[in-house]
């Protein structure tokens, strides 16, 4: 009996070992697969970080893209309407400065008209006032 015994304790003691091996093995297997769980976990989580991060990323960059466009747009308007307005400036003062000359010219010619007239009233009066000078000298002079 005492080998039967033996064998049992011995059989026993394998087996208590193989459960204990295979205790520790499924629990290390469980180990692992809450670790390979957690991984995955941070993997998608870290996968749709990156993928939100890259949408909001492309956003902004079409935002951007659409501030400069309009931007561009706003000032590209800005400068064609100043330049309408400096040419329509330059219009009116090209128009203003033609009748400022028609006007220099009138005035001119008027100044012209006022001077040959009183060149003439003064050639006028010099001969009037010669011959009158000329009368009151023959007068007041002795006759012989």
Do not use: Y
């Not at 307005?85 to 008209?113: C, F, G, P, T, Y």
């Amino acid at each position: 009996m005492a080998s039967r015994q033996a064998r049992k304790s011995e059989s026993a003691a394998q087996a208590s070992g193989s459960d204990e091996e295979n205790s520790q093995q499924s629990t290390q297997d469980a180990d692992m697969h809450v670790l390979n769980a957690a991984r995955d976990v941070v993997s998608t989580f870290k996968t749709r970080r990156e993928s939100k991060r890259k949408v909001i990323e492309e956003e902004l960059k079409k935002r951007v893209a659409d501030t400069n466009a309009k931007l561009c747009d706003h000032f590209e308007s800005r400068k064609g309407k100043v330049t309408k307005l400096q040419k329509a400036q330059w219009d009116r003062l090209d128009v203003l400065n033609k009748k400022r000359e028609a006007i220099e010219a009138q005035i001119n010619s008027s100044m012209r008209a006022v001077e040959i007239q009183t060149m003439n009233m003064n050639s006028e009066l010099h001969a009037t006032f010669s011959g009158r000078i000329e009368e009151l000298q023959d007068a007041t002079s002795p006759r012989s």
